[in-house]
Nanobody, 121 residues
Framework: QVQLVESGGGLVQAGESLRLSCAAS????????MGWYRQAPGKQRELVAG???????KYAEFVKGRFTISRDNAKKMVYLQMNSLKPEDTAAYYC???????????????WGQGTQVTVSS
């Protein structure tokens, strides 16, 4: 009923940049928080950055000063600008959104299928 699709991942060298995009579609009445998470093989999924509907942002300590999250509410999209990439940033990056499908319904979390980011040294 609600789909999130990520794009923008790829293979880059250390110090380079990537911009990830996530588009939400389907039965959407409103979207509250949106965010980016990442997961490397054998590791737990961790929060990278999050943003509220009003644009307030929060970041994991390990990306502060390097990554920037932003959103376009009209387009139902969220972005992650990643600069000064490091090999330890290598992971699958997942988009998350808290969505209400009807005025009287509950909020539910939805996840994209992920986009791979690989940073070589």
């Amino acid at each position: 009923q609600v789909q999130l699709v990520e794009s923008g991942g790829g293979l880059v060298q250390a110090g380079e940049s990537l911009r990830l995009s996530c588009a939400a579609s389907g039965n959407i009445f409103s979207i509250n928080d949106m965010g980016w998470y990442r997961q490397a093989p054998g590791k737990q999924r961790e929060l990278v950055a999050g943003t509220t509907s009003g644009g307030m942002a929060k970041y994991a300590e390990f990306v502060k000063g390097r990554f920037t999250i932003s959103r376009d509410n009209a387009k139902k999209m969220v972005y992650l600008q990643m600069n000064s990439l490091k090999p330890e940033d290598t992971a699958a990056y997942y988009c998350n959104a808290e969505v209400r499908s009807t005025r009287w319904g509950l909020m539910h979390d939805y996840w994209g299928q992920g986009t791979q980011v690989t940073v070589s040294s």
